[in-house]
C-alpha cells in the first residue's frame, strides 16, 4: 500500500512540472512575438523627422497587432503569418525611410527576430 501511494504521489508530481512547463514555454513563446519598442528611441536611432515618426509609429503599432495574432496562430499558419507581418513592415517602412534609415532599420529588425528565434 504504501509503494502504491508513494508511487502515486510521484506520478502527481511529474505531471504538475510537465504542465507548469508547458505554461512556461507558452508565455515564453507568445512573449517573443511581442514587437513593442520605444518609438522615440528608434526615431533618434533612425534619425527620423516628425512626419517620419508618426508615419513609422503607425507602421509599427500595425505590425505589433499582426504579431500578436501570429503568436495566437499554430504551426505553419504561425509560420506564414509571421512572414507576411514581417514582409508587409519591410514594404511600408521602405516606402516611408531613406536608404541609409532603412538599412539600420532592416539591421535592427533582424536582429531582433533573430534574438527572439523568429527568422525563418
Do not use: P, W
Amino acid at each position: 500500500m504504501k509503494k502504491i501511494v508513494l508511487t502515486l504521489m510521484a506520478v502527481l508530481t511529474l505531471t504538475v512540472a510537465n504542465a507548469e512547463n508547458e505554461n512556461t514555454n507558452m508565455v515564453t513563446s507568445t512573449n517573443a512575438y511581442d514587437m513593442s519598442v520605444n518609438i522615440r528611441k528608434l526615431g533618434t536611432v533612425l534619425g527620423l523627422n516628425r512626419d517620419q515618426m508618426e508615419v513609422v509609429e503607425d507602421i509599427h503599432r500595425e505590425f505589433c497587432n499582426e504579431m500578436l495574432l501570429a503568436s495566437q496562430a499554430n504551426g505553419d499558419e504561425r509560420r506564414t503569418l509571421v512572414a507576411d507581418a514581417v514582409n508587409k513592415d519591410i514594404r511600408y517602412m521602405h516606402y516611408v525611410l531613406s536608404d541609409k534609415q532603412f538599412k539600420k532599420y532592416m539591421l535592427l529588425l533582424n536582429t531582433t527576430l533573430s534574438n527572439r528565434g523568429l527568422n525563418q
